[in-house]
């Protein structure tokens, strides 16, 4: 099935400074990716999603890049602020009947250092 | 659109009680995902429907773990025996997946807070 790799577990940035996550997956038929944001005590939220026919997506401060060839995407948070600071969680489909299941890395704690 | 309602918000028990988690997924929504999460072992997924019909279980941990979704608007979870170590926040998520489309977005609900004593 699919392995998701999420690194770094735990990263800190100044205010106003980029901060930018990584996964990498297994499975070459894969199509689809979201980004979680999880603020302690709720519930995961999409911020941005990418389909494996772009190689990127942008969306205010937040943008998403895909690697095919390598297998790797990456969310990147520009001009990041307080409210930035959560747990964010990669996701990739799998192939044939795991393409209705998402499998999550195991996540990334932002903090945001004001 | 209310979103993904999920009863109870906490629950808390003692060992070896049943215990019976509810989800209502996104009307117009055909799957349904339930997750545990915890911080040894981030999310997890246990199972999830396509069309009221179980497509994968394999991410139940044992046999005291059964889930059951009677029509599109309704699935439960339920723990019989439970035991300390299923205490979890569990996630329910739905999605629509047409039969030629691509995967669409999970929304999850607010989850429910298990604590067994």
């Known amino acids: 099935g699919e392995n998701v790799e999420q690194h770094p577990s735990t990263l800190s940035v100044q205010e106003g400074d980029s ?57 990147h948070i520009t001009e ?29 704690k932002l903090s945001v250092i004001p | 659109d209310a979103g993904v309602i999920q009863s109870p918000r906490h629950e808390v028990t003692e060992m070896g009680q049943e215990v019976t988690l509810r989800c ?45 979704m009677p029509n599109a608007s309704f699935s439960t979870l339920k723990i019989q025996p439970s035991e300390p170590r299923d205490s979890a926040v569990y996630f329910c998520a739905s999605s629509f997946k047409g039969f030629w489309g691509s995967q669409e977005t999970q929304y999850f609900g607010p989850g429910t807070r298990l604590l067994v004593l």
């Open chain 2, 24 to 68: 209502k997924p996104i009307s117009g929504h055909n799957s349904l995902f339930w997750y545990r999460q915890t911080m040894m072992r981030g999310l997890e997924l246990l199972i999830y429907f396509n069309n009221n019909v179980p497509i994968d279980d394999s991410g139940m941990p044992e046999d005291r773990f059964s889930a059951k």
């Open chain 1, 80 to 108: 990041t602020q307080p409210e930035d600071s959560a747990v964010y969680f990669c996701a990739a489909t799998g192939s044939g009947a795991g393409s209705y299941q998402l499998t999550f890395g195991k996540g990334t």
């Open chain 1, 19 to 75: 901060a930018v996550i990584k996964c990498t997956y297994s499975d070459s038929a894969s199509n689809y990716f979201p980004w979680y944001k999880q603020e302690l005590g709720k519930r995961p939220q999409l911020i941005i999603d990418i389909r494996s026919n772009v190689g990127e997506k942008k969306d205010q401060r937040i943008a998403v890049t895909l690697n095919k060839t390598a297998k790797h995407f990456s969310l």
